[in-house]
């Protein structure tokens, strides 16, 4: 095969690896610009023109963003820089038209495409991706109940627009995916203000985070004393530290005291009773979008695979030959783009009825869209967990040193099937969900 010279820049990059285990010309190869070539040709068939025009642009953005920075995507590179370069372009949240805010994202925005927003970020950074997701869970309950209240639009826009990081704190250290018996209590003050008391873990991008949305009782364990709070971080009584996980080393992970943390009125997003409406408001959204940043892995992972096995040779011969190699390609190539139109469909609905409905979904609609939701979690989250893990297995050591992309794959995929509520969660509200539609039978 003749040996494609490789550019300056290019070079430039490879400078990330301490020892490069991939040769130059497989390397040249998986850059940025050709996986995104080979998604694209993957999806002409499925998205229409206008969906597909948003993804390209998206896609050129972060190629012109990555060449311009000379970004590595190294081990020990900081994925927060991203955040405010993404987020001036438009491209940190689409799931709201954010009008109140002045951004101009015409038609293009909801679901739908958040989802091709996340599709090409993922290409770009898996583990910066899954920051913005974070940020997001912090976006979506100021976007639905900032009640034109100053405060609420200001933190809004710095979230939007990559100024500021945001977090969510639902999880506790005793409790898990138990979101309904809470241990952090809050009092109100006579001023209307709540003074918060209790500790969160596991939140996604708490350490760097300017603002959160967080949740606590006016009783424990009572879900109908759940209020839902904006906070500050840097309010006396915020007290954060840093929770490691392995498998994702470039993202800051949280454990918070809370310790008599005053939230003023007007940055109550839900009182009493209230807050416990508003969380499950936002976790139909939440798995969602966990759902389609997992198939954004697996298409991610599977471009990395498909282009290694087409040019590396083995026994004389490139290993997508070899019928192991390719027939675990193309199970999980399947998989990937049946689940993928499954999940953009569900983004389309969603979409369709929330503009119908001017963002009140009727309440039985919304119940059944979350059971849809659980369901695509659920069965994303397994698929991304064995795709990137058979990918990586494909590639042989290339697949799992630090000279691609697919190390990061590799470790965000392990923890999806835990974050946005656990495997055996979403089995658990999919068997309420059979259990009412016997009832409504009967």
């Known amino acids: 095969m003749v ?18 285990a991939v040769n130059d010309e497989i390397l040249d190869a998986l850059k940025l610009e050709n996986r995104y070539k080979w998604l694209n040709m993957n999806l002409q068939a499925i998205l229409n023109k206008k969906q597909m025009e948003f993804l390209k642009e998206v896609e050129d953005f972060a190629l ?9 995507h190294s081990m020990d590179e900081d994925v927060y820089q991203y955040m405010p370069i993404f987020g001036k372009k438009g491209y940190i949240s689409r799931g709201h038209k954010f009008d109140e805010i002045d951004m101009d994202y015409g038609d293009k925005w909801g679901l739908t495409y958040d989802m091709l927003r996340c599709l090409a970020v993922d290409f770009f950074d898996p583990q910066f991706n899954m920051s913005i997701g974070a940020t997001t869970l912090c976006i979506n309950p100021i976007a639905e109940h900032h009640d034109n209240i100053d ?4 933190a809004l826009k710095e979230l939007v627009t990559g100024q500021a990081i945001g977090c969510i704190l639902i999880t506790e250290p005793e409790r898990g995916s138990d979101a309904t018996h809470m241990l952090t209590t809050c009092v109100e003050n006579d001023d209307g203000s709540y003074s918060v008391s209790g500790t969160k873990i596991f939140n996604t991008n708490a350490p760097k985070s300017k603002y959160a949305v967080g949740y606590a ?41 809370l310790k ?27 798995r969602l979008g966990i759902a389609y940043e997992d198939v954004a892995q697996c298409w991610g992972a599977i471009a990395h695979a498909a282009i290694y096995a087409s040019m590396r040779k083995q026994f004389k011969n490139p290993v997508i030959k070899f019928q192991g190699v390719a027939f675990t390609l193309t199970d999980y190539w399947a998989k990937t783009a049946n689940l993928f139109q499954a999940i953009l469909k569900f983004a389309e609905n969603y979409d369709e009825k929330y503009i119908k409905y001017k963002g009140n979904i009727p309440n039985a609609i919304r119940q059944s869209l979350a059971i849809s939701a659980s369901q695509l ?29 697919i190390h990061d794959l590799l470790g965000v995929s392990r923890i999806q099937e835990i974050v946005g509520g656990t495997r055996q969660i979403q089995q658990y509200i999919m068997t309420s969900g059979l259990m009412h539609l016997f009832k409504v039978l009967l």
């Open 217 to 257: 009782t006016t009783i424990q364990n009572d879900w109908k004393g759940m209020c839902q709070f904006l906070i500050d971080t840097s309010w006396e009584g915020w007290n954060c530290e840093r929770a490691n996980i392995p498998w994702v080393p470039k993202l800051w992970i949280g454990k918070e005291e």
């Open 151 to 154: 405060v609420r639009l200001k």
């Open 64 to 72: 012109k963003v990555d060449k311009e920075n000379n970004f590595t």
């Open 377 to 405: 979690k659920y069965n994303a989250s397994i698929l991304t967990e064995r795709c990137c893990y058979e990918m990586a297995n494909l590639m042989g050591g290339a697949g799992v040193c630090d000279n691609t992309l």
């Open 260 to 286: 008599d943390l005053r939230v003023p009125k007007e940055y109550v997003l839900g009182g009493p009773g209230k807050g416990r409406d508003n969380l499950f408001e936002g976790l139909l959204t939440e």
């Open 3 to 20: 040996r494609i010279p490789i550019k300056n820049d290019e070079l430039i990059k490879m400078s990330k690896f301490k020892v490069q």
